[in-house]
Nanobody, 120 residues
Framework: QVQLVESGGGSVQPGGSLRLSCAVS????????VDWYRQAPGKERELVAA???????KYLDSVKGRFTISIDNAKNTVYLQMNSLKPEDTAIYYC??????????????WGQGTQVTVSS
């Protein structure tokens, strides 16, 4: 069965960097769309970044210029590179992958979440 495995979270000081990965295991036809979300305690879930299979991207205003979303199709892995991290970036981050298991189908999976903590 197709699964997502997230990795790359951790604790860093302000100004530090992390790269989150979301690996798709199992055979799929294509990745169609990817979102990265985050949720901090007591706050609503928010969309951080999104990318289409064609490479079009969008970002939350507060992370523009600091975060980069990308897809490595050869590895069926999506990434969120996070630079110049701020305490406000502290949250659990989730990848959300929309894909086609086969040519005629469309499905969606969520990663298990990975904790990012930014503090002095």
């Amino acid at each position: 069965q197709v699964q997502l495995v997230e990795s790359g979270g951790g604790s860093v000081q302000p100004g530090g960097s992390l790269r989150l990965s979301c690996a798709v295991s199992g055979s799929i036809f294509s990745i169609n769309f990817v979102d990265w979300y985050r949720q901090a305690p007591g706050k609503e879930r928010e969309l951080v970044a999104a990318i289409t299979s064609g490479g079009n991207t969008k970002y939350l205003d507060s992370v523009k210029g600091r975060f980069t979303i990308s897809i490595d199709n050869a590895k069926n892995t999506v990434y969120l590179q996070m630079n110049s991290l701020k305490p406000e970036d502290t949250a659990i981050y989730y990848c959300n992958v929309h894909f086609s298991p086969e040519f005629t189908s469309w499905d969606e999976l969520w990663g298990q979440g990975t904790q990012v903590t930014v503090s002095s």
